[in-house]
């Protein structure tokens, strides 16, 4: 029956998306127009340009570019002057008498930063022009320039200095999108999902900022090409290598140094980009350990790093074909190994990402672009112990490793249809298909001559997704209206989900729009995870027959206005509602704990977030950077937490503030400033303590029990830092050539922001400075002072 109602399902949307087509296709048709298509990319290196305008400047009519440089523009049989601009960039303008079809690629060539004032300020798409909301994109050379802990440039990091994100704690690279949790932001890099994105516990991302190219992050109002996860989108694009000459880039910093090369395979037709990084902590260790134990028998070997290696191979057939090869490794490592002459112990962890597509674009014709993409993507964590002990020749060991992870192989269409400059059609399909591996653990006993293994079997789960999507305008009115679908098999249980998504805008004047947005947002996976810290060992696991598909709706309305030289500022107000999501029972783990079925160690339940967000953003000229403010309340609701009562969720903060400046002080010198100011993470502590006599037959027991108040019924201290940063750029030698330093301060003027929180006791003494008892208190412990950092790069 199950099967006959997902059929019949999966029919009615094929019903539905090939009427929709037909329609559009039969009346938006005109007779008498012609299109012009291409292609808009750096001229210097042969980049695609995602998001450039193509304006017709005696129409008035526009497109902008999609995320490989494609554009088309139809237009009616008459004089056209075309023009392409993109931030940062000269326009390029090509006057033309239409009477065909016509394919144009345009070249822009950057702009100097005094340029960009006089170049591009009307030129590229405003914010009040555009129909989506709470979208927020960030170019990545203005990433580069906000301080950075120890210098390590990070993309999460400067994601979370924008109003509507939250970190999760001091140092972490978590993102919070309004009332969400990390799990359920879908992290995207050249359109294939990574499952863990950050080191070292969460202290750094897994983004090379060298190899990227453009950042975009979607809080709300999501179109409907996007779903799998209620929170929020984040794209991020890897650089696609330089079609015309050989370049590097590199930095040595004070925890890790890295490498970027590109350059032609084949002149103007086939390039690469390969692009590493590593930490060096072990390493600089070794010779301290080496001089730390040369007076004794031991042997201390240290691991302590991460890497990334991202590489692409971008190949063009001709302006209709293009292949698109990508890769992605990174791991984080931790081990360590204790040996003498008879005896040997050491453990260790390991986890990371493996990602990579193969992408072909394919220009059907001037109007119709499709984009085909095949996706794989691995996360796994390994924990191993050992321990070896000789004795007169023989030798006896035992061993155990622990394993889970989650694994995707998946395959997409995306088409985009532009029949004239007042539609701009998205359609397309796709399958996944995740394998789950839950946590298995092996045991290996030498002197058994065995190996024992407890834990779940891997199980798999298919995910199929449909969309359509218009972003049409009418007069003053634009708007983007659209539909996902998906269907999750799992456990002998089809989900089947339909999705709405509704953007509107209405220009009240030239440089001034109204918008709101309505968004239906299904996730058919979840991450078990500590509410405390996100560990590398939290585990993967799909909606099953008893546990539902986490749901959420969100509705949002805003004001957006550009004015004077680079300057916008939006307003936002939002309220998201979110059903079944997911939390471990008080008390309870998954960790080596195989006794019982993960299902009965978590419980569901209802969270709603809402409030106001203020964004005043300036992106051209010498001073640039924002000014974000977010007033926010997120809650959480579950029957087997907090006696059923509604309480603040961990990350719920009343009050986020963020000021981020760069300014331009000459051709040589550039100096960054962030400020970030955040209300106390809520948290759980106990209340009281009582202690219960245990009588044994040799001994009297007294141990103390603690009992907590309400679920996160307190507050951490308030959260403030200030980071300073300072880049030197030499000129450019002959050669090619050209070195810089790069100047920070983490946390400038110390202020000791809480990581953790924990219950002690201090000494109460009388009027006379007697001893009379102790008493319960509360200490934050901090873990970042001021930390300064400088780095040495080099581009060639």
Same mark, same amino acid.
């Given at each position: 029956?199950?099967?006959?109602?997902?059929?019949?399902?999966?029919?009615?949307?094929?019903?539905?998306?090939?009427?929709?087509?037909?329609?559009?296709?039969?009346?938006?048709?005109?007779?008498?127009?012609?299109?012009?298509?291409?292609?808009?990319?750096?001229?210097?290196?042969?980049?695609?340009?995602?998001?450039?305008?193509?304006?017709?400047?005696?129409?008035?009519?526009?497109?902008?570019?999609?995320?490989?440089?494609?554009?088309?523009?139809?237009?009616?049989?008459?004089?056209?002057?075309?023009?392409?601009?993109?931030?940062?960039?000269?326009?390029?303008?090509?006057?033309?008498?239409?009477?065909?079809?016509?394919?144009?690629?345009?070249?822009?060539?950057?702009?100097?930063?005094?340029?960009?004032?006089?170049?591009?300020?009307?030129?590229?798409?405003?914010?009040?022009?555009?129909?989506?909301?709470?979208?927020?994109?960030?170019?990545?050379?203005?990433?580069?320039?906000?301080?950075?802990?120890?210098?390590?440039?990070?993309?999460?990091?400067?994601?979370?200095?924008?109003?509507?994100?939250?970190?999760?704690?001091?140092?972490?690279?978590?993102?919070?999108?309004?009332?969400?949790?990390?799990?359920?932001?879908?992290?995207?890099?050249?359109?294939?999902?990574?499952?863990?994105?950050?080191?070292?516990?969460?202290?750094?991302?897994?983004?090379?900022?060298?190899?990227?190219?453009?950042?975009?992050?979607?809080?709300?109002?999501?179109?409907?090409?996007?779903?799998?996860?209620?929170?929020?989108?984040?794209?991020?694009?890897?650089?696609?290598?330089?079609?015309?000459?050989?370049?590097?880039?590199?930095?040595?910093?004070?925890?890790?140094?890295?490498?970027?090369?590109?350059?032609?395979?084949?002149?103007?037709?086939?390039?690469?980009?390969?692009?590493?990084?590593?930490?060096?902590?072990?390493?600089?260790?070794?010779?301290?350990?080496?001089?730390?134990?040369?007076?004794?028998?031991?042997?201390?070997?240290?691991?302590?790093?991460?890497?990334?290696?991202?590489?692409?191979?971008?190949?063009?057939?001709?302006?209709?074909?293009?292949?698109?090869?990508?890769?992605?490794?990174?791991?984080?490592?931790?081990?360590?190994?204790?040996?003498?002459?008879?005896?040997?112990?050491?453990?260790?962890?390991?986890?990371?990402?493996?990602?990579?597509?193969?992408?072909?674009?394919?220009?059907?014709?001037?109007?119709?672009?499709?984009?085909?993409?095949?996706?794989?993507?691995?996360?796994?964590?390994?924990?191993?112990?050992?321990?070896?002990?000789?004795?007169?020749?023989?030798?006896?060991?035992?061993?155990?490793?622990?394993?889970?992870?989650?694994?995707?192989?998946?395959?997409?269409?995306?088409?985009?249809?532009?029949?004239?400059?007042?539609?701009?059609?998205?359609?397309?399909?796709?399958?996944?298909?995740?394998?789950?591996?839950?946590?298995?653990?092996?045991?290996?006993?030498?002197?058994?001559?065995?190996?024992?293994?407890?834990?779940?079997?891997?199980?798999?789960?298919?995910?199929?997704?449909?969309?359509?999507?218009?972003?049409?305008?009418?007069?003053?009115?634009?708007?983007?209206?659209?539909?996902?679908?998906?269907?999750?098999?799992?456990?002998?249980?089809?989900?089947?989900?339909?999705?709405?998504?509704?953007?509107?805008?209405?220009?009240?004047?030239?440089?001034?729009?109204?918008?709101?947005?309505?968004?239906?947002?299904?996730?058919?996976?979840?991450?078990?995870?500590?509410?405390?810290?996100?560990?590398?060992?939290?585990?993967?696991?799909?909606?099953?027959?008893?546990?539902?598909?986490?749901?959420?709706?969100?509705?949002?309305?805003?004001?957006?206005?550009?004015?004077?030289?680079?300057?916008?500022?939006?307003?936002?107000?939002?309220?998201?509602?979110?059903?079944?999501?997911?939390?471990?029972?008080?008390?309870?783990?998954?960790?080596?704990?195989?006794?019982?079925?993960?299902?009965?160690?978590?419980?569901?339940?209802?969270?709603?977030?809402?409030?106001?967000?203020?964004?005043?953003?300036?992106?051209?000229?010498?001073?640039?950077?924002?000014?974000?403010?977010?007033?926010?309340?997120?809650?959480?609701?579950?029957?087997?937490?907090?006696?059923?009562?509604?309480?603040?969720?961990?990350?719920?903060?009343?009050?986020?503030?963020?000021?981020?400046?760069?300014?331009?002080?000459?051709?040589?010198?550039?100096? +960054?400033? *962030?400020?970030?100011?955040?209300? &106390? =993470?809520? @948290?759980?502590?106990?209340?009281?303590?009582?202690? $219960?006599?245990? %009588?044994?037959?040799?001994?009297?027991?007294?141990?103390?029990?603690?009992?907590?108040?309400?679920?996160?019924?307190?507050?951490?201290?308030?959260?403030?830092?200030?980071?300073?940063?300072?880049?030197?750029?030499?000129?450019?030698?002959?050669?090619?050539?050209?070195?810089?330093?790069?100047?920070?301060?983490?946390?400038?003027?110390?202020?000791?922001?809480?990581?953790?929180?924990?219950?002690? +006791?201090? *000494?109460?003494?009388?009027?006379? &400075? =007697?001893? @009379?008892?102790?008493?319960?208190?509360?200490?934050? $412990?901090?873990? %970042?002072?001021?930390?300064?950092?400088?780095?040495?790069?080099?581009?060639?």
């Amino acid at each position: 029956m199950r099967s006959y109602i997902a059929l019949q399902n999966r029919q009615s949307m094929n019903n539905f998306l090939f009427s929709f087509l037909f329609i559009l296709f039969c009346t938006i048709n005109g007779i008498g127009q012609n299109t012009i298509s291409g292609y808009v990319e750096d001229g210097a290196t042969g980049e695609k340009l995602i998001g450039a305008t193509v304006i017709d400047e005696l129409s008035g009519a526009g497109t902008i570019s999609n995320t490989y440089g494609f554009f088309s523009i139809t237009l009616k049989e008459n004089e056209a002057k075309i023009t392409a601009s993109y931030l940062g960039y000269i326009s390029e303008s090509f006057d033309l008498r239409l009477s065909e079809d016509t394919q144009l690629n345009f070249k822009l060539n950057q702009g100097s930063v005094m340029e960009e004032i006089e170049i591009v300020a009307e030129k590229y798409e405003r914010i009040e022009e555009e129909s989506q909301m709470s979208k927020i994109e960030v170019p990545v050379e203005q990433i580069k320039r906000i301080p950075a802990l120890l210098g390590e440039v990070d993309v999460m990091k400067a994601l979370q200095l924008l109003p509507g994100v939250q970190s999760g704690g001091e140092g972490q690279t978590g993102l919070y999108v309004r009332g969400g949790s990390p799990d359920q932001n879908l992290v995207l890099l050249d359109g294939v999902p990574i499952y863990n994105a950050s080191h070292v516990l969460g202290i750094f991302s897994v983004f090379n900022a060298d190899a990227i190219k453009n950042v975009t992050l979607t809080k709300g109002g999501f179109p409907a090409r996007f779903g799998g996860r209620l929170s929020s989108v984040l794209e991020i694009n890897m650089k696609d290598g330089n079609m015309q000459e050989f370049h590097g880039e590199g930095s040595i910093g004070a925890i890790s140094s890295k490498l970027t090369l590109e350059g032609p395979i084949v002149k103007g037709k086939t390039s690469f980009l390969v692009s590493g990084r590593r930490t060096y902590a072990d390493l600089l260790a070794k010779p301290f350990i080496a001089l730390a134990n040369r007076n004794n028998d031991q042997d201390f070997k240290l691991g302590l790093h991460f890497y990334d290696l991202n590489a692409k191979v971008n190949h063009k057939f001709n302006d209709k074909h293009r292949l698109y090869l990508s890769l992605y490794n990174g791991s984080d490592v931790f081990s360590n190994e204790v040996s003498e002459e008879e005896f040997k112990v050491g453990g260790g962890i390991k986890w990371g990402n493996l990602i990579s597509s193969l992408r072909w674009n394919y220009q059907i014709n001037p109007r119709l672009f499709a984009n085909t993409t095949l996706t794989y993507s691995n996360y796994d964590i390994t924990f191993d112990v050992f321990q070896e002990d000789s004795f007169e020749g023989e030798t006896e060991s035992f061993a155990a490793i622990y394993q889970s992870g989650i694994r995707d192989f998946g395959a997409k269409v995306d088409f985009d249809f532009i029949p004239n400059p007042k539609h701009y059609i998205r359609f397309g399909a796709g399958t996944t298909r995740h394998r789950y591996d839950p946590g298995a653990i092996a045991f290996n006993l030498s002197v058994l001559d065995t190996t024992f293994t407890f834990g779940d079997d891997p199980f798999y789960s298919l995910e199929h997704d449909l969309y359509i999507e218009d972003d049409l305008q009418f007069g003053a009115f634009k708007a983007n209206i659209g539909v996902h679908g998906s269907i999750f098999d799992t456990d002998d249980k089809t989900y089947f989900s339909v999705q709405p998504r509704l953007g509107i805008r209405y220009l009240l004047s030239n440089k001034t729009s109204v918008k709101a947005s309505f968004s239906t947002m299904t996730q058919n996976i979840n991450l078990l995870t500590s509410e405390a810290l996100s560990l590398p060992t939290d585990l993967w696991v799909p909606s099953t027959a008893r546990i539902k598909p986490q749901r959420a709706w969100q509705v949002a309305a805003g004001f957006a206005k550009s004015f004077g030289k680079g300057f916008e500022v939006s307003t936002e107000v939002y309220y998201k509602s979110m059903e079944d999501v997911i939390s471990f029972k008080p008390g309870a783990s998954f960790l080596f704990d195989f006794n019982s079925d993960w299902q009965d160690k978590v419980t569901q339940g209802s969270g709603e977030s809402y409030g106001l967000e203020f964004f005043l953003q300036k992106k051209q000229g010498n001073t640039t950077g924002w000014i974000g403010y977010t007033l926010a309340w997120n809650n959480r609701t579950f029957d087997e937490i907090n006696g059923g009562e509604t309480f603040p969720f961990r990350y719920d903060r009343r009050h986020d503030v963020s000021v981020v400046l760069s300014h331009q002080l000459t051709k040589k010198w550039n100096l +960054s400033a *962030a400020w970030i100011y955040g209300t &106390g =993470n809520a @948290i759980s502590l106990p209340i009281y303590q009582y202690s $219960i006599v245990q %009588l044994n037959d040799e001994f009297i027991n007294i141990p103390q029990i603690e009992s907590l108040g309400e679920k996160n019924g307190f507050r951490m201290s308030d959260y403030h830092r200030l980071d300073l940063g300072a880049e030197w750029k030499g000129k450019p030698r002959p050669n090619g050539m050209q070195f810089s330093w790069v100047l920070g301060v983490y946390n400038a003027y110390w202020h000791r922001n809480p990581y953790y929180t924990f219950a002690d +006791s201090q *000494a109460v003494y009388d009027d006379n &400075g =007697n001893y @009379i008892g102790s008493e319960p208190v509360f200490r934050e $412990i901090s873990i %970042l002072p001021i930390i300064p950092s400088i780095s040495f790069g080099v581009k060639f």
